[in-house]
């Protein structure tokens, strides 16, 4: 039986409580173990980042994933101004609950070129079949019928159609996906939710590559944005595991909108703790 879409709590939870001109507050999602979800609290500190820089749209976010918080309470992010020039906007975000250190993102703002020449080139978008003619599957492969209900509404906001995912590295899968709901058409919002959504199934690829699911913990994250996505319809993101070594699996990821203009470029590593005797 498909699930409801939790879109409308999402959506609710990325409209930050400004506490002052630097501080914001975010509420969370439930979650297993109650640990905050990685691209919840990415996208609400990129959000965070964003409202001091008006004018301006990401272009990059680096963020390290420090502690896991409790999502059973909210999250305070302080940003830090970096930079303010004709072009580009810096800002660090620093998210706590009381005095520990959940995660550091550094984000990056640009305002559009104007009248200026520009070289354009990037890949072109896989042939793959249409979304429509794939069938529907759970938001995350963590998902079963065996899940209560609630422990995982911060994943399912979104749906998805699999077309390709395999099993033995690097993991090569290629995914549609769109929200599962209207949203406003803010670009700032827009690339909080690519954000969000890159990081939570950017984890599978380096399951798959790796054996199988275990202990693990999401450790760095890093967005470049290329074009608007078009959330009003579905994007293509071709994801791989190229390496893992040392306990930490890198993943790689593409975006794209379904006319084939490229969204984004995605980077996240990835720690497996050897076992504890």
């Known amino acids: 039986m498909a699930m409801s879409s939790s879109l409308g709590d999402v959506l609710a939870t990325l409209r ?10 975010g509420q969370q999602l439930p979650a297993p173990a109650n640990h905050i979800l990685g691209g919840h609290i990415s996208a609400q500190a990129l959000l965070a980042a964003s409202l001091t820089a008006p004018g301006r749209t990401p272009h990059s976010v680096h963020t390290y994933f420090l502690r896991p918080g409790d999502s059973r309470r909210p999250v ?11 072009t580009f906007s810096a800002r660090r975000v620093t998210a706590r609950q009381d005095d520990q250190i959940l995660l550091e993102a550094m984000s990056s703002f640009k305002i ?25 599957v759970p938001p995350h492969f963590a998902e079963s019928e065996g899940v209560t209900e609630g422990q995982w509404a911060s994943l399912r906001w979104f ?11 690097p993991a090569q899968a290629r995914i549609w996906w769109r929200p599962d709901g209207e949203t406003p058409d803010d670009p700032v919002l827009t690339a909080s939710l690519v954000a969000y959504l890159s990081a939570v199934t950017l984890t599978e690829p380096a399951y798959a590559a790796r054996g199988g699911i275990g202990v693990s913990a999401q450790r760095d994250h890093s967005v470049w944005f290329h074009a608007p996505a078009v959330l009003s319809d579905w994007l293509l993101y071709e994801q791989s595991s190229p390496s893992s070594a040392d306990s930490l699996a890198l993943a790689n990821g593409t975006m794209f909108n379904r006319d084939g203009s490229l969204v984004c470029t995605v980077r996240q590593e990835m720690y497996f703790p050897p076992p504890r005797h």
Not at 16 to 25: D, I, K, P
Not at 76 to 86: C, I, P
Not at 159 to 169: C, L, T, Y
Request: hydrophobic share 35%; aromatic share 6%.
């Open 16 to 25: 930050l409580e400004q506490v002052h001109s630097r501080l914001f507050v």
């Open 76 to 86: 305070a992010f302080e940003v830090a101004d970096l930079q303010d020039g004709r």
């Open 112 to 136: 559009a070129d104007a009248g200026s020449a520009q070289v354009v080139y990037q890949p072109p978008i896989p042939q793959v079949p249409e979304p429509d003619s794939l069938p529907r």
């Open 159 to 169: 749906e998805r159609r699999i077309v390709d995912a395999e099993q033995s590295p």
